[in-house]
């Protein structure tokens, strides 16, 4: 009912919006996907652990290094194209699609293209000695290598002094 007084109304909400890209994207290729990857030269994604594979798909068919490719999956993007940032410890939002596996599948497809994966381990946030607790109690809960459900553990390092450690 919903679905129908949306289109009714001639409205459209955000994932109707991000369907029809990634249709849009998929189905008119190569024309529009090279009008766009023309556009948008560089694509930057923050908050990466927070992508659903709708969104997946826009950013992999944006980047394609081949405009004829209609599975996302099987885009590789363009070298210096794509530059995500995430962190898959705070892979949570479930309830809108966002998981570890798509993660998890951007990130082999962006080492298989020879994308550099560099992790994420100095806290500007957060006192060493908030961040030695933090070490200790989460290197045993997370695997040593990435699986298909967890992350795996990062050691964080004190990107800053704590006051008064500095001579003051």
């Not at 849009?24 to 908050?47: G, I, K, Q």
């Not at 000695?129 to 070490?135: F, G, R, T, V």
């Amino acid at each position: 009912a919903y679905d129908q007084r949306r289109e009714a109304a001639g409205v459209l909400n955000y994932q109707d919006l991000l369907v029809r890209a990634a249709q849009l994207l998929r189905d008119n290729r190569p024309h529009v996907r090279t009008y766009f990857s023309r556009r948008f030269t560089h694509v930057l994604v923050d908050e990466f652990q927070d992508t659903d594979p709708i969104q997946a798909e826009v950013m992999l068919l944006l980047t394609a290094d081949d405009p004829n490719e209609a599975d996302w999956r099987r885009c590789r993007p363009r070298p210096g194209s794509l530059f995500v940032v995430g962190d898959p410890k705070q892979s949570i939002y479930r309830f809108r699609r966002a998981d570890i596996m798509t993660y998890n599948i951007v990130r082999e497809i962006i080492r298989q293209s020879d994308g550099e994966i560099v992790p994420l381990s100095v806290n500007f946030r957060t006192i060493k000695s908030m961040l030695d607790w933090h070490n200790s109690v989460f290197e045993d809960q997370f695997p040593k290598e990435v699986d298909s459900h967890s992350p795996m553990y990062v050691r964080f390092d004190a990107g800053r002094e704590e006051a008064g450690s500095a001579g003051e």
